[in-house]
Each structure stands twice: as C-alpha cells, then as structure tokens.
C-alpha cells in the first residue's frame, strides 16, 4: 500500500473505498513486500481482522487435519450452520499469493459464506511459499477436496453435493481444483471464485491501470510470484495460471466475484469468458468502486457485504437449497 492515489482511481472509487485506502495510507505500516514472508504472515494475520463483519457464532466449527499426497498433515477448520446430517460442502481456499494468509485470516469470511449460505464450509490450511513452492499449495488443494469428497459423510456433509472456492490464489486454486474434477470424474455443484488470479503474466490493462496507489500493487504481486513459482516453464503451468488450460470443457458451473478496481480485473473477465466458450454456465458480477481484497472490508464496505450475500445463494442454487 501506498499514499499515492493517481485520478483515476480516486474517479471510479466509493467514497468508502477512498476513506478506507486513506485509513491504510495513515497508518503507515511497512508495504507486505518490504518485509520477510515470516514478517508479512504476522502482519497480514494481525490486520486482517480490522474491517470484518462480526464474527458469526455458528452451531457447529471444528479444527481437524487431513492428509497430502507426501504423508503431511493439512490443517483444516469446518464451519456448520446447523447440527443436521447431510449438509453440502464447500471447500474454502483463503487468498494471499500463496504466502501468506491462514485459516484465521479468513475465519469470518467462512463464517458468513456457511451462515449465508446454509452449506458447511471447510477452511484448508495449505502450504505455503517459499517454504514450499509451486505447484505444492496445488497439491494439497486437490488432496483436500479428494479426501473431503471420500470423507464427506463422516464430517456430516453430502459427498453428492460438493464445491470448491477461494479468493486471489485461493481462486486460482479453486479454478484449478474444478479442472482437476473434471479430469477425475468427481463432480462438483460450483466453482465460486473470488478475484482469482488467472494469467501466467501480468499483462493485461488492468495490471497497469492499477498498478499502484491501491490494496494489491505491482510489486506485491512480483514479490508473492517471485516465492511461489520458479522460472517461466512453471508460469506457464495451467495450475499456475487457468488461462492457458488447454480446455475447460465439462469443469463446474462458475460464480465469479470481481473488483472493478483491481489489477485481476482483467484476467477475472478473460477467464469467465473462456468458461462460456467451453458451455460452462458462468454468473459473473463485477463490485463497481472496491479494490482487491474488498470481501474481507465488510464494516466498512457495503459491497463487500454484498459479495457475501451474492456468493451464499450461488451456493444455495447450485446445492438446491431453500432460500
């Protein structure tokens, strides 16, 4: 984060938006990238909670853990808004360019999608860069959901009524899950994808329209790549970056959050509209006026709270479930 609002974006941001970058601005705290990925960690974990919604008291959260194709163990935290067996399931995967962001970070986030929603929601602790670098965090995506979808009963879900989101890498990781659904014959209800990261180069518009003066600039995005992924081969990868899948043909239904304005924006709109050419059903909403990271604003950004609600009944459509 930076002081610096150049006019553009001070023209197309809400009056809330712009009150809640000069808080960020006054505050003064060291840019995420000028710090160490330890030191970043405990600084996003320390803010992140400052602009929530209340945290929701729901029936039923669990810690567990689950485990990786390499014999680890994944951390997990499952949110129920209700004790009924059978509930749908949806697996969360949290934002942070891969390196930073936890369960705890988005503990109201999942709160207000399972409160909202009606399904239960599990939260994935996946590894992180650089301590474990592309296409690890992938792996343990995918380990999770297949072990959910294998375990589902046993946690009181539906394994027929599965789902997987994220938001920033989060979504590109639930993108990529839905791919590698797909491939495997698991079927799933939704991607719900907020934001998601989805080109191997940050070369669209929107990467230099909002490069700076924002939640999410240019060299944060170089800083959490340069951890994650080794050489161009790997940002090439589909897993690295959904654009260059060589087909999307058969993957789940989309829900598709997206920030106007947001560096992602652009790759967020070229993504849904490869899900449409492949036939894939996409319900595709763009908050006018927020940044990146907006959805985890909601005391202070009504679009935010908006997004919350929006993303809840995909859920309930695509689980069938009653309003």
Known sequence: MTQRHPSIHLTRLTPAMRSVLDRMARAGHPPLHTRTPAEARRAYEAGAG???VPVATLPRVEDFDLPARDGSRLR??????????????????????????????????????????????????????????FPTASDDAWDALAWLAAHAAQLGADPARLAVGGDSAGGTLAAVNAILARDRGLPLALQLLFYPGCTAHQDTPSHSTYAEGLVLEAAAIEWFFAHYVQGPQQREDWRFAPLNAPDVDGVAPAWIGLAECDPLVDEGIDYADKLRAAGVAVDLEIYRGVTHEFIKMGRAIPEARQAHADAAAALRRAFALES
């Not at 949110?79 to 399931?89: D, Q, R, V």
């Open 50 to 52: 400052v602009l929530e």
């Open 76 to 133: 997990a935290r499952l949110y129920a808004p209700s004790t009924a067996a059978g509930l749908p399931l949806l697996l969360y995967l949290h934002g942070g360019g891969f390196t930073v962001g936890s369960i705890a970070t988005h503990d109201v986030l999942c709160r207000e999608l399972a409160r909202l929603s009606g399904a239960m929601v599990v939260s994935l602790d996946y590894r992180l860069a650089p301590e474990h670098r």
